[in-house]
Nanobody, 126 residues
């Protein structure tokens, strides 16, 4: 059974940085982050895939990332990180770690994921 534990949200000023963490257990094929800004639909941010292994490879970055966000992992503790730099007020949202056990889950689509964390709030002030 998949379990997700996420952390790292907070409040920063525009131009600042945050690092989100997602520690995952269980069989997982795709893993990463979505976000839901106030009044908008949930959307993919940065996602990776492993095929069930412990090494995750970059799969999808949203256009709005524009090189500012980077996925990395600590394989020793099964943690995937999202380093967010040059944050903008438009990045304000609830950020969710998500996982998929499905065979075809690449591409950053909400419908492809079947496990969700509780979310961590990111607020960027101008």
């Amino acid at each position: 059974q998949v379990q997700l534990v996420e952390s790292g949200g907070g409040s920063v000023q525009a131009g600042g940085s945050l690092r989100l963490s997602c520690t995952a257990s269980g069989y997982i094929n795709c893993l990463g982050w979505f976000r839901q800004p106030p009044g908008k639909e949930r959307e993919g941010v940065a996602l990776s895939y492993s095929g069930g292994g412990r090494t995750y490879y970059a799969d999808y970055y949203a256009d709005f990332v524009e090189g500012r966000f980077t996925i990395s992992q600590d394989n020793a503790n099964d943690t995937l990180y999202l380093q967010m730099n040059s944050l903008k007020p438009e990045d304000t949202a609830m950020y969710y770690c998500a996982a998929s056990t499905r065979t075809y889950c690449r591409g950053g689509r909400v419908s492809s994921y079947n496990y969700w964390g509780q979310g961590t709030r990111v607020t960027v002030s101008s």
